[in-house]
């Protein structure tokens, strides 16, 4: 079956350091793949090679089968593509409601000629994106906090307001960049949730993931990399009673 | 009653061209030192094409407005596609190089200027329906700043400005969103320059030179960047303190320098007196009324 999203080949040197070695990568809709590997295996590199933000020497990214070559970020995000940052890279000038209001796939205010001469269409659009972002904040259990500032929220609903940002723009394939580091308790319980619930309603999603325990108990599939190339995949419960791979991980 | 008037216009053109540079340095993020040349180049244009070829001034000077804009795109596109930062420098080329070939060629007068630009109203209505009207767009300008600022688009250039990589990552285009912002700022300047043209009926390229530009930046840097009545407050400010000291008497080969060292020296004390301005803007963009209506509803 073909997947949401292929990387075929994928490969990126940044003067003799490789960060993606021959990558091949499947994203199928409704599963979890956690991609897992010690610091600078080059999984975050990835993520940046997916979503254009650096380009490949070798190698394509194809969404729903279509090549991403050449595309901008921004234009991969409105095909269907969405990420979200490992230090959350909010915007902290705008209130939590609005960080989302400016995420929809598409956003009319967005350019000048509707924001002079559509003010009706404008309004439509907003009433349904307040829906949308109140119900994606209800989810994540902030919806108390829609109009704080993001910065006055704790950093673990930070993080889960980055998820709900990226899941404003109809989302066919979610990257998530450490979704779990710092956080705790009630927040960690949320994102759990919500990422099984995206990925029930047919997303493909990825994890890069420090949390084992998280990423075993989400992940339909693992990836391990190493040093840029993926060097194993399997189940969870596999790769981590592979003696090797453990090494690789800590270093021993 | 006309020396007052004069001075009112000016003024009047002088918030037109520190709100439009607002939307540009304040609201886009985008620094250019090319606002003087937009507002040449729709001077130039209303009045070659209304002195010249015969075009109503109505429409001379919407033309002068249209061609600044298209010239701002021209010059934004190839530098946005590289990065921001590419802005300031193509625009300093922009700025000294414009003017330099409007000094060089005979249709723009060279050096010595254009002069009979063909009035506007004053033969039918008198100054005070110039005056009027300079107000008018000056209020439309105000209005329109305002209005996009704190709406969709807004809310929008907030984002843009505080990380771009993650405006990207929720599909916005910051690219276009810049030569937008760029090319609207630019055509207010122009059509600034068209009412210019038509009330002195004088143009030199020495009215565009990069002092200028100082003076504009002053403006919305002393008044308070990103609100709508800091470059207001600037712009009046600025007008007034020149004309403080003509009282002094100095010669104007004094003069002139003494109001660049001025510009400078403001802007130097603001930054490190009052960063944000004679009007301090809100750290946290907030929708319009209309969103809290409805959320209250």
């Known amino acids: ?252 | 009653m006309e020396y007052l008037y004069g001075i009112i216009i000016i003024v009047g053109l002088y918030v037109i061209l520190a709100t439009s540079f607002n939307l540009i340095i304040g609201y886009g993020g985008l620094v250019s030192i090319a606002h003087p040349v937009f507002f040449a180049l729709g001077a130039y244009t209303s009045a070659i094409l209304s002195r010249d070829f015969g075009v109503p001034v109505l429409l001379a000077m919407l033309a002068g407005m249209l061609v600044a804009l298209v010239a701002s795109i021209a010059l934004a596109l190839p530098s946005l596609r590289v990065s921001g930062d590419y802005l300031m420098i193509a625009s300093i080329g922009f700025q000294l190089g414009l003017l330099e070939v409007i000094k060089n060629f005979r249709f723009t007068g060279g050096p010595g200027g254009l002069t009979n630009i063909p009035p506007f109203l004053i033969r039918d209505f008198g100054r005070e329906s110039y005056v009027l009207l300079v107000l008018a767009v000056m209020l439309g300008v105000i209005a329109l700043v305002w209005w996009i600022s704190r709406g969709d688009y807004g809310r929008a250039m907030s984002a843009m400005r505080d990380d771009e990589l993650a405006f990207s990552s929720i599909g916005r285009d910051a690219m276009w969103m810049k030569i937008a912002i760029f090319a609207l700022g630019s055509g207010i300047a122009g059509f600034a320059g068209a009412l210019y043209a038509h009330y002195f009926r004088y143009i030199a390229p020495e009215q565009f030179e990069i002092l200028q530009s100082a003076a504009i930046l002053t403006m919305v840097v002393v008044g308070g960047m990103r609100t709508t009545w800091g470059p207001v407050v600037g712009a009046l400010l600025l007008q007034a303190l020149p004309q403080a000291i003509t009282f002094l008497n100095l010669p104007p080969s004094v003069l002139g320098p003494i109001q660049g060292l001025l510009f400078t020296g403001l802007v130097l004390v603001f930054m490190f007196v009052r960063p944000q301005g004679l009007v301090p803007a809100k750290d946290i963009w907030r929708a319009v009324p209309r969103a809290k209506a409805e959320e209250t509803r």
Not at chain 1, 31 to 39: A, Q, S, T
């Open chain 1, 1 to 252: 079956m073909a997947g949401v999203l292929e990387v075929k080949n994928l490969s990126k040197s940044f003067d003799g350091i490789v960060v993606a070695r021959n990558v091949d990568l499947t994203l199928q809709s409704g599963r979890v793949v956690g991609l897992i590997g010690p610091n600078g295996a080059g999984k975050t590199s990835l993520f940046n090679l997916i979503c254009g933000v650096v380009k490949p020497d070798d190698g394509m990214v194809l969404l729903e089968g279509k090549s991403l070559d050449g595309q901008p970020f921004h234009q991969r995000v409105r095909d269907g593509l969405s990420r979200t940052w490992q230090h959350t890279r909010l915007f902290p000038s705008l209130p939590v409601i609005d960080n989302l209001l400016v995420g929809t796939h598409d956003y009319p205010g967005e350019r000048l000629i509707n924001v002079l001469f559509g003010p009706a269409r404008l309004r439509a659009h907003d009433t349904i994106a307040r829906d949308k972002a109140q119900g994606l904040l209800g989810k994540m259990g902030l919806g108390s906090v829609a109009n704080d500032l993001v910065s006055d929220l704790p950093y673990g609903q930070q993080k889960l307001v980055g998820v709900a940002r990226a899941l404003m723009g109809d989302a066919k394939c979610l990257l998530l960049d450490e979704p779990m580091a710092g956080v705790e308790g009630q927040a960690y319980a949320a994102m759990q949730r919500v990422v099984r619930e995206v990925a029930e309603s047919g997303v493909a999603v990825c994890v890069v993931e420090h949390n084992i325990a998280f990423v075993r108990d989400l992940c339909d599939e693992g990836v391990f990399m190493f040093s840029g190339a993926i060097l194993a995949r399997g189940s969870l419960a596999e790769l981590i009673r592979d003696p090797q791979l453990t090494e690789l991980y800590f270093g021993h």
